[in-house]
């Protein structure tokens, strides 16, 4: 049962909700594998064989849910749109892009994560700004590390 006073709390927080910042499907809304596959074959139809093929076996491993991690994933792999084609590329590099790929989407899924907490806690209309997120980022990191030692 809600009292009075909690509900007027509750509207008073809620107002203006409707007006908050909020990013679009691309950056958030998790699609299916095969959904994935259509987005790499339509997208990135221009890139090279080897950064298709590790774009692929990201999806595969499930290390990319969203279109934005596709692209970030992409965005990582550019250099070896240049690989030498006579130059061998093995399992241990495959190995290496992986990880890579890993890094930048778990840090941008942070990234995200704290841009979507300043945006409920100061219930902002505009995206906050990049060196705003970072500092609120490290903050939570201090805070943590306070916690475990």
């Known amino acids: ?29 998790k699609i299916s594998t095969e959904n994935l596959y259509k987005e790499l074959d339509t997208h990135y139809n221009g890139e090279t064989d ?50 890579r790929i890993k890094e930048t989407v778990a840090f941008e899924r942070k990234f995200l994560q704290a841009e979507n907490e300043l945006v409920q806690i100061n219930k902002l209309e505009e995206s906050p700004k990049n060196d705003t997120v970072r500092a609120y980022m490290k903050m939570n990191d201090k805070l943590k590390e306070g916690m475990v030692a």
């Open 1 to 29: 049962m809600v009292d009075a006073i909690t509900s007027h709390v509750i509207l008073n927080y809620n107002k203006g909700v409707e007006n908050m910042y909020k990013r679009d499907q691309h950056y958030n809304e």
């Open 50 to 99: 080897l950064v298709r093929n590790l774009m692929s076996y990201a999806i595969t491993d499930e290390l990319i849910e969203t279109r934005h991690e596709l692209s970030c994933a992409n965005e990582e792999l550019w250099c070896l749109n240049d690989w030498p084609e006579g130059e061998g590329f093995g399992s241990s590099d495959r190995s290496e892009y992986l990880r």
